[in-house]
């Protein structure tokens, strides 16, 4: 880890110990209420599958097992195959008390927008007052203390912050600005970051509380490699039922191009225990 | 597997051998052009991974690693963590010729609509013409000979179909209904193979040829058990660049409730070689 090294890449680094394990440590000061970011617990894990295979992440999918608290981890990664474009890895991120997340991925280096091939896209970066007039803001008050916010600034447009002050929008949509308090360049491990440091769409619905809604499952496809600057996201879901729903995210660069799609499987959010 | 067993329960049969081995076999004719369709694969290796947890899927993903050709394989289930309600498993599935499938899942009883907490759903299913009036549809026969439209029945919206007979409809689009051809019932496991039942939406776009796309992920949300009856689907697809697009799936019953919620990765379609 050479001294320029930025926050994200400090607080993400691995070290191989042999045989596929490698050792790393969950950062003091990527939680919210205590519990790391699920994203950012992601890139840790795929820092060490991309160590492995030699190349970034293109499709990547966790599933937690438990909250990551601050200290030492371990993350056992496998080859499933790796050939000459793609590598299929597998991973499972262990703590001193048990397993956390565990990983399945197809790495490959990324798109850089000049392959041939038709470009269709029926879609747009969500439409945003400037990062000076969206609302800086971290977790809502209500979760807890967290040191995420600090290191992951998310500007919310002003029509979606309500829920952090009792006013939900209605609407299970979340926009705004995202990049590092740092302003280190995003790539295909902080985009894991990005599509996880919103609040929980629902938290935009006056029918549910404002506290812990635990994720299942996260998959994320990095579309292309982000041109420099300051990201626009937007999450949303359709389907809030049983007790469940799904949030859709995009990630747009500064050029317009759509660079990461992320979707999650969550439990709605269920009062905190007083 | 009892004598009334349908026809995809015999075909998706797996025999635990111990240590969370499994055997199997791609069975004839579930295949296009000669490899097994990637969601009855799907559905085979979830059979291990749901007798190894004794529930069946909630979020199953798959990554794509070889074509799958008819004739026996192995299933190695790894139990990640098993709680009282989530389990998360993970497996590979190899034939004779290498591995063909690795795949994790968080497995879970389904949601059967009596769960507490409000439903909110902003989407409705596709609005399609009666069954005998779409399409029924094998893939196209540009793509060779195959099984798997024999057993699972795709009748594409009339709008959508145009791709057979080399009038693509514009929209990456594909509308319809879905049963198995003997009429069983579709539960989880069916559910996987109703999401890669359609022909991928890149057909009806006239950039591209009708040949094979093929798929690098594949993950499926199971929402809801099915009501009887057969099944309205959607495909569509937002962002085709860089030599790749998404493809989401919804997968409605006959009660009008969203069951199966689907999205993979997949490369465009390619001329076939001469």
Redesign the interface.
């Known amino acids: 880890m050479c001294e320029s090294a930025s926050e994200f890449e400090r607080a993400s680094a691995v070290t191989p110990r042999g045989d596929g394990v490698y050792d790393a440590a969950i950062a003091p000061g990527w939680d919210i209420a205590g519990n790391a970011n699920g994203g950012y617990l992601m890139a840790v894990a795929a820092r060490a599958m991309g160590d492995a295979v030699g190349r970034p992440p293109?499709?990547l999918?966790a599933?937690f097992?438990s909250p990551g608290k601050v200290g030492p981890i371990e993350i056992d990664t496998e080859v499933?195959?790796a050939g000459r474009r793609?590598a299929?890895v597998?991973a499972?991120v262990r703590s001193e008390s048990?397993?956390v997340m565990?990983?399945?991925?197809?790495f490959a280096d990324q798109?850089d927008?000049a392959?041939?091939?038709?470009?269709?896209?029926?879609?747009a970066p969500p439409d945003l007052p400037s990062i000076d007039e969206c609302v800086s803001a971290g977790p809502p008050a209500a979760a807890g203390p967290s040191g995420f916010g600090d290191r992951m600034f998310s500007s919310y447009h002003p029509d979606d912050v309500g829920f952090r002050t009792g006013e939900p929008s209605g609407t299970?949509l979340m926009r705004g600005w995202c990049r590092f308090a740092d302003d280190a360049p995003i790539d295909a491990y902080g985009l894991l970051v990005v599509v996880d440091a919103f609040a929980p769409v629902c938290f935009n619905?006056p029918?549910f509380p404002v506290s812990w809604a635990p994720t299942?499952?996260l998959?994320v496809?990095i579309?292309?490699r982000p041109a420099p600057g300051p990201l626009r996201v937007a999450f949303s879901s359709?389907?809030?039922?049983?007790?469940?729903f799904?949030e859709d995210g995009e990630v747009w660069d500064s050029r317009g191009?759509?660079v990461a799609?992320s979707?999650q499987?969550a439990l709605?959010p269920k009062p905190m225990p007083a």
């Open positions: 293109l499709s999918t599933h097992l499933v195959r793609m299929v597998r499972t048990g397993p565990s990983l399945l991925g197809t798109p927008g392959s041939s091939g038709p470009n269709l896209v029926d879609g299970a619905r029918e299942l499952e998959t496809h579309r292309e359709r389907f809030i039922q049983d007790g469940m799904e191009v759509l799609q979707r499987l709605i």
